[in-house]
């Protein structure tokens, strides 16, 4: 199985500032299609989690652009340009390169 | 609008058995790939299957082979995970969520239900 390691665990950030998540992977997630296949989510309390990024770096549809990723190989990562309140949540990658899928242990993010 | 809507979540004891049930609209069903996800409670979400559209080709994760299944009825627009010998550790939210469509592999997981919950416990 491929491990997913994310770091920090959490993150305490003042709005505006700018949020950087990492995520490590056991394996390489490059696909034979040439495709990268990372996904982040945010999941708010009592919520299922939401898709922001897929393969990498491109945002799913209505994600704000202040959201991106970017990263190769076993290496990625989140970043936020200027955190807004709404933001606040744990934030999780995961691979679907091959079963089983696995996600990161998550980073929680909060405002200071 | 794409929706999913879970349901089947129940108190259970331990070997017990349910059937969840994910009721999908506003897309057309039988093109994509569908799969459950589940969350324990203070954990993070744990892969648990996925089906591919004719139901031919499912895979599970190894804690739940031999005992849950999933299935799908075109037809009627709905997911099914039948759940049994549940233990203890199958107390989680179960989620439905859209998996992806032929035409765009790699644009996954972007549509979510808002679960369903099952307790396993005596």
């Known amino acids: 199985d491929i491990v997913m390691t994310q770091t920090p665990l959490s993150l305490s950030v003042t709005p505006g500032q700018p949020a950087s998540i990492s995520c490590k992977s056991s394996?390489?997630?490059?696909?034979?299609?040439?495709?990268?296949?990372l996904y982040w989510f945010l999941q708010k309390p009592g919520q299922p989690p939401q898709p922001l990024i897929y393969?990498?770096?491109s945002r799913f549809s209505g994600v704000p652009n202040r959201f991106s990723g970017s990263g190769s190989g076993t290496d990625f990562t989140l970043i936020i340009s200027r955190v807004e309140a709404e933001d606040v949540g744990i934030y999780y990658c995961?691979?679907?390169?091959?079963?089983?899928?696995?996600f990161g242990g998550g980073t929680k993010v909060e405002i200071k | 609008e794409v929706q999913l809507v879970e349901s089947g979540g129940d108190v259970v004891q331990p070997a017990g058995s349910l059937r969840l049930s994910c009721a999908v609209s506003?897309?057309?069903?039988?093109?994509?790939?569908m799969t459950w996800v589940r969350q324990a409670p203070g954990k993070g979400p744990e892969w648990v299957a996925t089906i591919n559209p004719d139901g031919s080709e499912r895979y599970y994760v190894d804690s739940v082979k031999g005992r849950f299944t999933i299935s799908r009825d075109n037809a009627k627009n709905s997911l099914y995970l039948q759940l049994n010998s549940l233990r203890a550790e199958d107390t989680a939210d179960y989620y439905c969520?859209?998996?992806?469509?032929?035409?765009?592999?790699?644009?996954?997981?972007?549509?979510w239900g808002q679960g369903t919950l099952v307790t396993v416990s005596s």
């Open positions: 969520a859209r998996y992806f469509r032929a035409e765009t592999p790699y644009y996954r997981l972007d549509c």
């Open positions: 506003g897309f057309t069903f039988g093109d994509y790939w």
């Open positions: 995961m691979q679907s390169v091959q079963f089983p899928l696995t």
């Open positions: 393969a990498v770096s």
């Open positions: 394996q390489s997630l490059l696909f034979g299609d040439g495709k990268t296949y």
